[in-house]
């Protein structure tokens, strides 16, 4: 009997699955965005200038918002680290741009608790059909 895709990753660590799943949130992020960075527009980002920066920062979201599209958006390096992501710029550009009530949904998704390795193999799934559609 043939074991499906779904079936081998499950019992990969659950790091091994969050650096294939953060591969795809960047490669989707990089082609929808550019290459200029989100908060302070430098263009032209290439290399190791180049990152995938969160609304807010990674190690305060939840399994449900930490890979989620929604909140990722490209920052130059000294937006992103030097500067701690710049999170007073970033929120009031996402303001802009989504509007208040998807701030506000954003808002209640980081209370959502999911199971971490049920969520992050759905979205590696997900996300591997939405770059084949691209």
């Known amino acids: 009997m043939k074991r499906s895709k779904l079936r081998k990753l499950g019992k990969q660590k659950i790091s091994v699955v969050q650096r294939k799943l953060w591969q795809l949130c960047k490669e ?5 965005y550019g ?4 908060t302070c527009y430098q263009a032209g980002l290439v290399g190791s200038n180049w990152h995938t920066g969160h609304l807010w920062a990674k190690a305060s979201l939840g399994a449900f918002l930490k890979y989620d599209l929604r909140v990722l958006r490209p920052q130059c390096y000294n937006c992103n680290i030097n500067r701690g992501g710049m999170g007073a710029d ?3 550009r996402m303001l802009k741009e989504i509007g208040e009530e ?11 608790t999911v199971n971490a390795m049920d969520h992050y193999l759905k979205l590696i799934n997900e ?3 939405l ?3 691209d």
């Open 102 to 112: 998807k701030m506000a949904q954003l808002q209640k998704d980081r209370q959502v």
């Open 28 to 32: 989707i992020t990089r082609k929808k």
């Open 35 to 38: 290459n200029t960075c989100y």
């Open 127 to 129: 996300y591997t059909e």
């Open 90 to 92: 970033y929120y009031q």
């Open 131 to 133: 770059l084949k559609h």
